[in-house]
């Protein structure tokens, strides 16, 4: 059952508010608010915060008795939560994605083929055709495509489209040529060139392999990059999103968000990741702190440990159940990933490494042990997706203090073809929710956009239900998993905010932390759990400061 504390206007607080006076204050009342608080979910009736844009008070009506001065919102009634933060997601592909061409959700490879068809028609002076999104397991026949498939339609340029989740690319034959790939060339260390029975390559290419074609892409410039931050950063404040953990960027994104903090450009609150332990940290040498304004931090580091589910790049323990001669694709040896993990701790950076294999995982939790002397770290190292985890690792996540930052839609989205890859008895430790709440470790939830949409209420959908938007299957996949309401919520604010050591700041509307919240059209904690992923976000507060709102207000 719900338990939702009521925060209480205190004597103390009173007093508090009337040494404040000379503040400018404002006061959203008439609403109905929760929170997530290191004592469990509170609920308030009003929200007051200061002209800085940091939370004065919550509680409820007295509170505008002690402010008499506050300008006063009515909230008519509506539901106010905390910004919602994404704790793992890629904002410049997001941004990209939009004038490039986005293949989510075709339902063929027929169908894929024709949107190359048209976009291309779209684009006659584009020196590339470049996009992402296409996935196979949802075809009619779940097989890769081929080269061959887009030089029907497209011949005379280069063509390279990502996999939905970034780990596997479809290219045509002129990107095939361009990039010196043919039936001879060796799989790199970590990648993969898919053949066929022949030996010929397909055109399709997994993981390392994929740098092969994107070395030969031409490289995007600051003034690209920025345009689609900006163009992430609408959708995402659309969404009630106000925070994201960038997972790995490089040395110009990283400048781009540099000079948009210092120009008061950042409308989002950015932790960024660094991609990789080797030039790009060694060039930025030392973490950039928070600022002033809180919008922009990098001082963690984005390592990948390997492949993933769908293209049978994960690695794993023992081979696939559905490829027998498969064990999937380490990036590195213990050995490697034990150093990349240690020079960037030495360096005073949080780790976050991707591994959604359980030999990748166990591989991370081994890296971390050695690293943390078998300790927990102030740094917080991550497991970043942490999908498929053997069930005698999973109580290490809390012996060690590693955050375990998952995204709640892919359990929804993998579920057709998880068991297929893995078998009954790995299932058990995979997007194992509760098993890791339960065992002591924190989650942090995210969508790992634009892998899965960025929207979050769908990912609260999916870590209530344990269903896909279409309410399958009845009763919710593997239900055991699923989190309670406040379970989720608290995976998207305060949680996500601890992950990035920002709790104290971040994550939460209690007094002292920034004033980022949302109002939304219904109340997440009393509707129906198919409604949750149909909310709809009224309107954005980031710091104080109203960054979004929609055609009815509140």
Do not use: C
Request: hydrophobic share 45%.
């Amino acid at each position: 059952m719900l338990t939702i504390k009521p925060l209480k206007t205190t004597l103390a607080l009173l007093l508090l508010a009337a040494v404040k006076m000379a503040a400018a204050e404002t006061a959203m009342h008439n609403i109905v608010g929760y929170t997530s608080s290191n004592d469990g979910l509170q609920s308030f009736t009003v929200l007051v915060f200061d002209d800085e844009g940091r939370v004065s008070a919550t509680g409820d009506d007295r509170l505008l008795l002690a402010y008499p001065a506050a300008k006063r919102i009515d909230g008519n009634g509506k539901t106010v939560l905390p910004g919602l933060i994404d704790a793992h997601a890629h904002v410049l592909s997001l941004g990209l994605l939009k004038s490039n061409l986005d293949l989510t959700g075709a339902p063929s490879v027929d169908a894929a083929v024709a949107s190359i068809k048209n976009y291309a028609a779209s684009k006659p002076d584009a020196r590339w055709i470049l996009g992402r999104g296409w996935n196979q397991v949802l075809w009619p026949v779940q097989e890769f495509p081929r080269a061959a498939h887009i030089d029907t339609v497209v011949s005379d340029r280069p063509v390279w489209l990502r996999r939905i989740d970034g780990h596997a690319g479809w290219a045509n034959s002129a990107a095939l040529r361009l990039s010196g790939i043919d039936d001879d060339t060796p799989d790199p260390v970590g990648g993969k060139i898919v053949r066929d029975d022949n030996g010929h390559a397909t055109g399709v290419l997994i993981d390392q392999a994929m740098s092969m074609v994107e070395s030969q892409v031409p490289a995007i410039d600051k003034n690209e990059i920025r345009l689609a931050i900006q163009a992430a950063t609408d959708a995402l404040l659309a969404e009630g999103i106000t925070g994201v953990h960038d997972a790995g960027v490089d040395l110009m994104n990283a400048e781009v968000y540099l000079s948009m903090a210092d120009n008061q450009e950042l409308d989002l609150r950015i932790y960024a990741m660094i991609g990789g332990a080797g030039s790009v940290l060694d060039a930025i040498a030392k973490p950039i702190e928070h600022d002033a304004r809180d919008r922009l931090e990098i001082t963690s580091v984005k390592i990948y440990a390997d492949g993933a589910l769908g293209s049978r790049g994960a690695a794993m323990i023992e081979p696939y159940d559905d490829d027998a001669e498969n064990r999937g694709l380490p990036f590195w040896t213990q050995a490697e990933l034990d150093e990349q993990v240690a020079k960037a701790n030495r360096m005073g950076f949080q780790v976050g490494v991707h591994a959604i294999g359980d030999l990748g995982n166990r591989m991370v939790l081994n890296a971390f042990e050695k690293a943390q002397g078998g300790k927990p770290s102030a740094l917080r190292n991550r497991v970043e997706h942490a999908q498929i985890i053997a069930l005698e690792d999973i109580p290490r996540f809390a012996k060690l203090g590693v955050i375990a930052s998952m995204q709640a839609t892919h359990a929804t989205s993998d579920k057709n073809m998880a068991e297929d890859r893995i078998g009954p008895k790995r299932i058990l430790g995979s997007y194992a929710w509760r098993r890791l709440l339960d065992s002591g470790a924190v989650l942090a939830n995210g969508s790992d956009f634009p892998v899965e949409l960025s929207n979050p209420f769908h990912g609260l959908y999916a870590s209530v239900t344990r269903q896909d938007r279409a309410g399958e299957p009845a009763g919710g996949w593997y239900k055991d998993q699923a989190l309670t309401r406040a379970e989720a919520l608290h995976s998207f604010t305060l949680a996500a905010a601890f992950a990035a050591r920002q709790e104290h700041r971040l994550g939460s509307l209690e007094p002292g932390k920034w004033a980022d919240f949302i109002v939304i059209d219904r109340d997440y904690f009393t509707i129906a759990e198919s409604e949750i992923d149909d909310i709809r976000v009224l309107q954005t507060w980031v710091a104080g400061q109203l960054a979004f709102e929609s055609g009815s207000t509140p």
